[in-house]
């Protein structure tokens, strides 16, 4: 299985952060504060764990075939001409 940080602290402080934005903070309570980083750690936990597992799927099925050399460069060409595109945009 892949490296899995499901204890990114950074990705947690950013979702309760958007949380702040839709929440009047005068009027929450304690329990609403343990249901908004309930709510946060499960969805941040919840979508790790499946990239997690899509990882690990796609790890396994195209253990058969040549591709990673061929994705490296794809990934890489899509990566120069991004960069360029944002170099002469600039």
Known sequence: MQDL????IKSYI???SL????VNIKTLQLADALVIIL??????VGVKVFYA????????VSKGYKVEGK?????????VGLGAYLFIKA
Do not use: E, M, P, R
């Open 19 to 22: 949380f702040l934005t839709f």
């Open 53 to 60: 597992f899509s990882t690990t799927k796609i790890i396994a």
């Open 39 to 44: 709510v946060t750690i499960v969805t941040v």
């Open 71 to 79: 994705a490296q460069k794809t990934a890489g060409g899509f990566l």
């Open 5 to 8: 940080t499901l204890v990114d």
């Open 14 to 16: 950013f979702y309760v």
